[in-house]
């Protein structure tokens, strides 16, 4: 999907984490978000995704302003650093966990969640519980189920920054390929530039809670 967003804002207290932001994503595009800590990153994707409220500005999604809409009539699929697989659940519950909750009937529960142990290579895992999967194989988890309902936009907040270097660097190229199979609008956020230049057709550079510039990797690095 198509996101606007239009002059937001949101302080805690006397302190203004996200100022006067705006900003404008094409449908399909894989967007970086960078900037140091404390910058406001996971604060701008919580009101992306409606977890926390603006104090003013506002959101559009394809055209639809949707500051009142329910997160979970979003269509936002998420995936954090530490995310919580349900411990108590196998790989397959674990994936069909939002389909269930939508009442979803079993027979077509079952495809879905097979389409996606397909499309994240996890095939065969169906039946292991988190504690039995190498971190890597536990994010992949994660993307599977935040997939799993068919989100029109994924958000992405430092989904490898808990996993090893090597294995990190893995995960970056086969998200890649992953996004780029299903054409999802995605937004990564991280701290390593290094990372946000490998993954994103696009940045969105914030700090102290301003957007400082917006565009290619090779635009913001080579014409400064
Ligand atoms: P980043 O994701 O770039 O590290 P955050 O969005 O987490 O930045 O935080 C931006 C600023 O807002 C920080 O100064 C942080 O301490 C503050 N902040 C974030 N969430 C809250 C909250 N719920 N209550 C108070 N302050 C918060
Ligand atoms: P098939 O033989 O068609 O591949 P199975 O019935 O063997 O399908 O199921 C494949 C996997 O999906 C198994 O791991 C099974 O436990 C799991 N599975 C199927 N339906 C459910 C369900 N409703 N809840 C949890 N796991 C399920």
Redesign the pocket.
């Known amino acids: 999907m198509h996101i606007e967003v239009r002059n937001l804002n ?1 302080s ?2 006397n ?1 203004q ?2 100022n006067d932001v705006s900003f404008t994503i094409e449908r399909g595009k894989l967007i970086g978000l960078l ?12 009101i992306l995704a409606g977890l ?1 409220t603006p104090d003013s500005g506002d959101i559009f999604i394809d055209g639809k302003r949707v500051n009142d809409v329910q997160p979970q009539l979003r269509g936002i699929g998420f995936v954090f650093q530490n995310y919580a697989l349900f411990k108590h659940m196998n790989v397959f519950d674990n994936i069909a966990f939002g389909l269930t909750i939508r009442k979803m009937g079993k027979a077509e529960i079952k495809d879905r969640v097979h389409e996606l142990l397909d499309l994240t290579g996890l095939r065969g895992f169906e039946h292991r519980y988190p504690n039995q999967l190498s971190g890597g194989q536990r994010q992949r988890v994660a993307f599977a189920r935040a997939l799993a309902p068919r989100p029109n936009l994924l958000l992405l ?1 430092e989904p490898f920054a808990a996993i090893d270097a090597k294995v990190r660097k893995e995960l970056r190229t086969w998200l890649k390929s992953l996004i780029a199979e299903i054409g999802i609008t995605s937004i990564f ?1 991280t ?1 390593d530039q290094d990372e946000a230049v490998e993954v994103a057709d696009e940045m969105l550079i ?1 700090q102290q ?1 301003k957007l400082e510039q917006q565009g290619s990797p090779i635009h913001i690095y080579t014409d400064p």
């Open positions: 949101k805690f207290g302190h984490a996200v900037g140091p800590s404390g910058g406001g990153k996971s604060t701008l994707l919580r926390e907040d956020v701290h914030v809670g």
